[in-house]
C-alpha cells in the first residue's frame, strides 16, 4: 500500500476517535466505545502503522536503530498500554497511537510529493521527445516510430516540428530553440555539419539531420539518466546524519524511560500520566525532518539545475564545491573556441580573401579550413586555379585570371616586393600569438591574414565572475607559453602553466591540491584523468564521451560562465542542506522537554497526538525550506565572495 493511502486509512479511522475526544465533555459517546476505538486502531496499526514495525524489527536484528523505531516504540506502547488500560477500566490512548500514525505519514506525503515535484522538470523533458520521425528510405522520406530510426538514418526536420534525435546537419539550415534541454532562452542558428540535439524545437527552416545518436545514448535520456542519479545520491554529510540517527534513537528511548520513571516514582504520577509523557517524548523526538533535510535539497537543487542545462551527477560533488580554492582550466575547447579562426585581414579583404581561398579550397589544413570560413561568411566565392604548384617550406602558388597568385609563411619575404608597414604590423600580430599567413599577387606581396584560437565571447566574463568569488584562476595547456600568456592576458586568468603533456595535467592539478580543493574545466579526452582526480570536475557539454563521463558536473550549454553557475548552485543547496539540519535537530532538542513534561507546572505539555502534529510540521518545515531553493537567485555575475 503506498504511503498516500496509508495516510488516508489512518485519517478517516482516526476522525471518529477525534469527535469522541471533543464532544465526550458535552456528554457525546462514540458508539461501541472503547472497542470501536480498537477496532479502528487495530485496523491502522495493522495496515497503516504496520511498515513502521516492519522496518524498526529489520533495523534491530542488524543492531542499528531508525527513525521508523520511534514511531513504531511509540505508537505500539499507546496502542498495547490501552489494551490493558481497557481490561482494568482505566483511561484509554488509542487516539494517541492512531493520530500519531496518521501525523507522521502526513509528513512522508510531503515527501513523496516532494521527490515527484522535484523529478517534473526532468520527467516533462523525457515526455517532450517526439513520437516519431521522417526517415528517408528508398528515396522517399515516409513517418516512422522513433523506434524504427537507426544510426545514420537522414531525417527531415520541417518547420516549427521538433527536432527526433541527436544528429549533425547534412542539408538546409534554421534556428532552433533549445531551451528546453540546456536552458538556453535565444534559439540558437545551426547550418550544415552543425549538432542538433533531439526534442528541440525547429524554427522557420528545413533541414535534413543525420542521425548520430539514438535511445540511452541521445543527450535528452542521459540529462533524465544522470538527474535521477544524482537525486538517488548521498552528500558525505548524510553519513554524519545516519551516524546522528543510529545515536539519538537509543538516547531518546533511554530518556522516554527516565521520563516515566521520574513521573511514576518521584512525582507521584498514574501510569497513564507517566506513559503520557514518555510516549510524547519518543513520537517528538522522531528524527524525520533530520532525515529530509539532506535528500531534499539534493533533489531540488539538481532539479533546478538540470533546468539551467547544469548536470550535477552526485551529492559528493556538491560538499566539495563548498571549499573549492581554485579553478583550473584547460584551454583549446574550453576557454577558447576550439578551432582557427580569422581574426585580422590586412590590405583589401575582398582581393585577399579571394586569392587565399582560391589556392586553399582543397587544402584540409586548419588554416585553410579558417581562412575558408571567413571567406564563405564575407560570401565570397573562390575562383578557379591553373598551374597549382607548392613552394617548398614556404606555401603555395597558382594562376588566377592569368595573373600569379600566393599564400605562404613570412619566408615569402625574400622572394617577393613588400611594403615594410608589413613587417611591422606581422611583428604586432606574432606579439599577440597569431599566426600570419602572406597573400601576393605576381611579383608583390598585398596582404597578410592573421589566425588564431580566439577565446570565446563568454570567457572574460566567466573567469571575471570567479574572480569576484575570491577563487583563484589557473590555466593548464600543452600550448607554448607565448600563445597561452596571450589568451590568459584576454581573459584575465591569475596563472598560466603551458607546455604541459596530456598525461602531466593531473599531476599539476594535485599539486594545486596542496593549497586547497580544486575544480578543474575541460572538454577533452586528455583531460579526463585531471577531470577525475580534481576535487570537482566540471565538462563541458560539448566535449568528448570521456570527459563528460569523468566530469562531476556537465555543462550541456558549453558555457564557461555556467562554472560560476555551476558552483552558485552547489553551494547555495549544500547550504540549505546545512541550514535544514540545523533547525531539524534545534527542533528535537527543543521539543523533548515540552513532552518530558518539564512545563507542565506553567500548563505548557504536549499529548502524543500533538506531538505527532508538530513532528510532522517540522518535516514540513523542511520541505519547504528545500523547496525554496527554486526560488534561489542563481547569478553568474556575483560581485562578492558567499560564505
Known amino acids: 500500500m503506498s504511503v498516500t493511502k496509508r495516510f488516508w486509512l489512518s485519517l478517516v479511522l482516526s476522525l471518529p476517535m477525534l469527535a469522541n475526544m471533543i464532544l465526550m465533555p458535552f456528554g457525546w459517546i462514540l458508539p461501541g466505545g472503547n472497542w470501536t476505538q480498537l477496532a479502528l486502531t487495530t485496523i491502522i496499526m495493522l495496515a497503516s502503522a504496520g511498515p513502521f514495525a516492519q522496518s524498526a524489527w529489520a533495523s534491530f536484528k542488524k543492531h542499528h536503530s531508525n527513525m521508523d523505531t520511534l514511531v513504531a516504540i511509540g505508537t505500539m506502547t499507546a496502542y498495547l498500554y490501552s489494551i490493558y488500560a481497557m481490561t482494568t477500566h482505566q483511561p484509554v490512548f488509542f487516539e494517541s497511537a492512531a493520530f500519531v500514525t496518521a501525523f507522521v505519514l502526513l509528513g512522508q506525503v510531503f515527501e513523496e510529493r516532494m521527490r515527484n515535484n522535484a523529478s517534473d522538470a526532468v520527467e516533462k523533458l523525457a515526455n517532450l521527445q517526439a513520437k516519431d520521425a521522417e526517415v528517408l528510405r528508398a528515396g522517399q522520406f515516409v513517418k516512422l516510430p522513433l523506434s524504427e530510426v537507426v544510426l545514420n538514418d537522414v531525417i ?10 541527436d544528429g549533425v546537419i547534412v542539408k538546409g539550415s534554421s534556428s532552433v530553440d533549445e531551451s528546453m534541454v540546456t536552458g538556453e532562452s535565444m534559439p540558437v542558428s545551426k547550418q550544415v555539419d552543425d549538432n542538433v540535439i533531439g526534442a528541440t524545437m525547429n524554427g522557420t527552416g528545413t533541414f535534413l539531420l543525420k542521425v548520430n545518436k539514438v535511445g540511452d545514448q541521445t543527450m535528452l535520456s542521459q540529462i533524465v539518466d544522470l538527474v535521477k542519479k544524482a537525486q538517488n545520491s548521498h552528500a558525505p554529510i548524510q553519513k554524519l546524519t545516519d551516524k546522528v540517527s543510529d545515536i539519538f534513537v537509543p538516547v531518546v528511548l533511554i530518556l522516554a524511560i527516565l521520563t516515566f520513571l521520574t513521573w511514576y516514582i518521584f512525582l507521584d504520577a498514574s501510569v497513564a500520566r507517566a506513559l503520557i509523557f ?11 525532518a533530520l532525515g529530509l533535510a539532506t535528500p531534499t535539497a539534493l533533489m531540488v537543487g539538481t532539479g533546478r539545475g538540470a533546468k539551467m542545462g547544469i548536470l550535477i551527477k552526485n551529492g559528493e560533488v556538491l560538499e566539495a564545491v563548498n571549499d573549492v580554492k581554485t579553478v583550473v582550466f584547460d584551454k583549446t575547447g574550453t576557454i577558447t573556441v576550439g578551432k582557427p579562426q580569422v581574426t585580422d585581414i590586412v590590405g583589401d579583404e575582398a582581393q585577399v580573401l579571394q586569392i587565399a581561398a582560391s589556392l586553399e579550397v582543397s587544402s584540409e589544413h586548419p588554416l585553410a579550413a579558417a581562412i575558408l570560413t571567413r571567406a564563405k561568411t564575407a560570401q565570397i566565392t573562390a575562383k578557379a586555379v591553373d598551374n597549382f604548384q607548392a613552394i617548398e617550406g614556404k606555401g603555395v602558388s597558382a594562376i588566377i585570371d592569368g595573373k600569379t597568385g600566393f599564400v605562404g609563411n613570412n619566408k615569402l619575404l625574400t622572394d617577393f616586393k613588400f611594403d615594410n608597414v608589413l613587417v611591422q604590423q606581422e611583428i604586432k600580430l606574432q606579439n599577440e600569438a597569431k599566426t600570419v599567413v602572406f597573400v601576393g599577387l605576381d611579383d608583390r606581396i598585398i596582404g597578410m591574414i592573421a589566425v588564431q584560437d580566439v577565446p570565446k565571447a563568454t570567457s572574460s566574463e566567466a573567469i571575471a565572475n570567479l574572480k569576484a568569488r575570491g577563487l583563484k584562476t589557473v590555466m593548464l595547456t600543452g600550448d607554448n607559453q607565448r600563445v597561452a600568456q596571450a589568451v590568459a592576458a584576454q581573459v584575465g586568468i591569475d596563472e598560466v ?22 575544480a578543474f574545466v575541460g572538454d577533452g579526452i586528455n583531460d579526463a584523468p585531471a577531470l577525475t582526480i580534481a576535487d570537482v570536475g566540471i565538462a563541458m557539454g560539448s566535449g568528448t564521451d570521456i570527459a563528460i563521463d569523468a566530469g562531476g558536473i556537465v555543462l550541456v550549454k558549453n558555457d564557461l560562465r555556467d562554472v560560476d553557475k555551476a558552483l552558485a548552485l552547489s553551494r547555495k543547496t549544500f547550504n540549505r542542506i546545512k541550514l535544514n539540519l540545523f533547525w531539524a535537530f534545534i527542533y528535537n532538542v527543543l521539543g523533548i522537554p515540552v513532552a518530558a513534561g518539564v512545563f507542565f507546572a506553567i500548563g505548557f505539555t504536549l499529548s502524543p497526538e500533538l506531538a505527532g502534529f508538530a513532528m510532522a510540521f517540522s518535516s514540513l518545515s523542511v520541505v519547504t525550506s528545500s523547496m525554496l531553493l527554486n526560488k534561489a537567485k542563481i547569478s553568474s555575475k556575483v560581485r562578492a565572495v558567499e560564505v
Open 497 to 518: 602553466i603551458a607546455d604541459v603533456l596530456p598525461g602531466d595535467k593531473a599531476e599539476q592539478v594535485q599539486a594545486f591540491q596542496k593549497n586547497g580543493k580544486v
Open 156 to 165: 527531415r526536420v520541417k518547420p516549427g516540428g521538433k527536432v527526433p534525435v
Open 278 to 288: 514518555a510516549v510524547s517524548v519518543v513520537v517528538i523526538a522522531c528524527p524525520c
